[in-house]
């Protein structure tokens, strides 16, 4: 991921139990502006940290995400994973539902050159996520972490450097002028 600056605004959807706003708070520091999401309450963390209990596919939650943050979003995260029935049809279709809404939130949210940061699994479906995404990101690779169990086949998918509203868009050249 692109290196954040100080101060940064960052959205961390599926935050619990609140480690990675630690370490963003750590990172960018007492002016960053940011909002972890989740189901399930978060203990209150220190810092410029703002903390939603919320259904990140409820249609208010991208205008409630952004009134909580105040600004647009420099990068948006999300390590959210559906709820488990057994069934392998449903639970794909969980998991794509909370990628779209991410992706939703992002397309709200971000600033033009903004990051989003999305878990993924494997599937068909994945592949027609990843196709959306390039669509509106310059950049979009797909990151295995070391750290993971072997036996997991989550992945994170990185898309950044372009503007979520629409990969053909034109960009400004280095003099300022439209390209």
């Not at 100080?6 to 599926?14: E, Y």
């Not at 209150?44 to 939650?61: K, M, Q």
């Not at 903004?114 to 994945?126: A, C, D, H, I, R």
């Amino acid at each position: 991921m692109p290196p954040l600056p100080r101060g940064a605004a960052v959205v961390d959807l599926g935050c619990a139990p609140g480690a990675w706003l630690q370490v963003l708070v750590d990172q960018l520091g007492s002016e960053a502006r940011l909002v972890g999401v989740d189901l399930v309450p978060v203990p209150e963390l220190a810092g410029p940290v703002t903390l939603l209990e919320l259904d990140i596919t409820a249609p208010d939650a991208p205008a409630r995400i952004a009134k909580a943050l105040g600004r647009p979003a420099d990068a948006v995260l999300s390590d959210t994973a559906p709820k488990l029935s057994g069934i392998p049809d449903v639970d794909r279709a969980a998991g794509d539902e909370l990628c779209e809404a991410a992706l939703r939130i992002a397309q709200e949210l971000l600033v033009p050159r903004g990051t989003l940061v999305v878990k993924g699994f494997p599937g068909p479906e994945s592949d027609r996520f990843r196709a959306r995404l390039r669509a509106r990101f310059d950049r979009v690779s797909e990151l295995r972490p070391e750290a993971k169990r072997s036996t997991s086949k989550e992945f994170y998918w990185l898309a950044c450097s372009g503007a979520p509203s629409g990969r053909g868009q034109r960009r400004r050249s280095r003099r300022g002028t439209r390209a």
